[in-house]
């Protein structure tokens, strides 16, 4: 009995990759990157995102403001929303071309070997969403270690810290690396399954002898 079938594992990297790509988009849009705790004033929380500043009182709550400006931002955070919107572009057309190229999806493509091509460049595309997701948030973490160890600032002066939508995106990313690799192993199997299939058997040879070769003596 065979338990993981190139359907299986065509699935098992559509589901993976969908939930890690809803993750790695909810991070996104988190104003929870970095957070800054003062010493001074413990009634304050600031947190960071690459779209929103917020700030949290007991009294008022949480109050969150957009950047006046995207030239003024830090190079670090320029590059993090490029790389995060094509990191949203490319995971949701690779969800698209994957689930058309699915075994037994019969919606706009029937050929079997143009789903093939669909779900390779599916997983390029999952690959490269995951690497773009994974790239940005590893520049501000490296950026905020940078400054948090930095012997510059005074010690009396918050600083940043990583947030925990940090985290969630590089589990995200990593996600959706993996989702990639198994489109990769589906698409494998599947060409194996093809060229099983393909090799002529012939019914006059004994099931017991029928992989060896005839030998003669002289």
């Known amino acids: 009995m065979v338990f993981l079938t190139t359907k299986m594992m065509e699935r098992a990297a559509l589901f993976l990759s969908f939930g890690s790509y809803v993750t790695s988009l909810t991070t996104a849009f988190l104003p929870l990157w970095k957070t800054m705790n003062s010493d001074l004033n413990e009634v304050e929380n600031w947190f960071s995102g690459l779209w929103l500043t917020c700030l949290y009182t007991d009294e008022k709550g949480i109050q969150c403001k957009a950047y006046d400006s ?108 993996i989702g990639g690799t198994l489109l990769f192993v589906a698409v494998c199997m599947g060409d194996y399954d093809r060229q099983r299939l393909s090799v002529p058997v012939s019914p006059e040879l004994n099931p017991r002898t029928r992989y060896y070769l005839k030998t003669e003596l002289l």
Do not use: H, N
Not at 90 to 96: E, H, N, R, S, V
Not at 147 to 153: L, R, T
């Open 70 to 177: 995207v030239l003024g931002l830090p190079v670090d955070l320029q590059i993090s929303r490029i790389l995060v919107l094509i990191s949203i572009g490319t995971g949701g057309f690779a969800l698209l071309t994957t689930f058309l190229g699915l075994e037994g999806v019969d919606m706009c493509v029937k050929r079997p070997d143009v789903k093939r091509r669909l779900l390779i460049f599916s997983g390029v595309m999952t690959w490269v969403s995951g690497l773009t997701t994974l790239a940005p948030i590893s520049i501000v973490a490296y950026t905020t270690v940078v400054d948090f160890w930095d012997e510059g600032f005074p010690d009396v002066m918050p600083r940043w810290e990583c947030g925990e939508a940090m985290f969630s995106g590089w589990f995200g990313g990593l996600g959706q690396v």
